[in-house]
């Protein structure tokens, strides 16, 4: 029998925005899109003005955090909507607690620093000035901007 494949890549991706890390202990839940831009895959969520509703804006940190977009493969791409991104009015999966990869900003970012979003652009970087904290939330290791990290969650769930 002939040999098919004979070469492999050898540089895979270690994971992917929304991508959801391990099996941990997790919590999710759902929430209508408001943004007429939808919200991409492994940004942060937070609550929308309506009921049941999220944004991508904190609105300067006002809004509450509600958790990290989930990606979804089966999501159909309708003609002039963007790959990876959940349109307006779509129910989206938010992961509230456990561990999933997300692309870190401008900003390189430290292990067990605390997980912020730039407000300007929804980003992910450390905590500082202009940035929105992630309660309970802390990269696991450090690495330099455009790069791809595992974010956690590893606290109770207030009932």
């Known amino acids: 029998m002939p040999v098919v494949q004979d070469t492999f890549n050898t540089n ?15 919590n999710r839940i759902s929430r209508t899109i408001t943004d007429a831009a939808g919200i991409a ?44 991104v ?29 997980v912020a979003v730039l407000d300007a652009d929804g980003t992910f970087v450390p905590a500082g000035a202009g940035a929105t904290n992630l309660p309970g939330w802390q990269y696991d ?4 901007p455009g790069n791809m990290v595992q974010i956690s969650n590893n606290r109770a769930i207030a009932v």
């Open 41 to 84: 895959f492994g940004s942060a969520a937070f609550q929308g003005v309506g009921i049941h509703t999220c944004q991508k804006s904190s609105a300067a940190g006002a809004a509450k955090f509600l958790g990290i977009v989930i990606v979804d493969h089966g999501l159909p791409i309708m003609p002039g909507q963007t790959a990876d």
């Open 12 to 26: 895979y991706d270690i994971g992917y925005p929304g991508m959801i890390a391990n099996g941990e202990t997790q």
């Open 86 to 114: 959940y349109p307006q009015y779509s129910n989206v999966p938010l992961f509230q607690r456990g561990s999933i990869w997300v692309k870190v900003g401008a900003t390189a970012v430290t292990q067990s620093g605390q």
């Open 141 to 144: 290791w450090a690495t330099t």
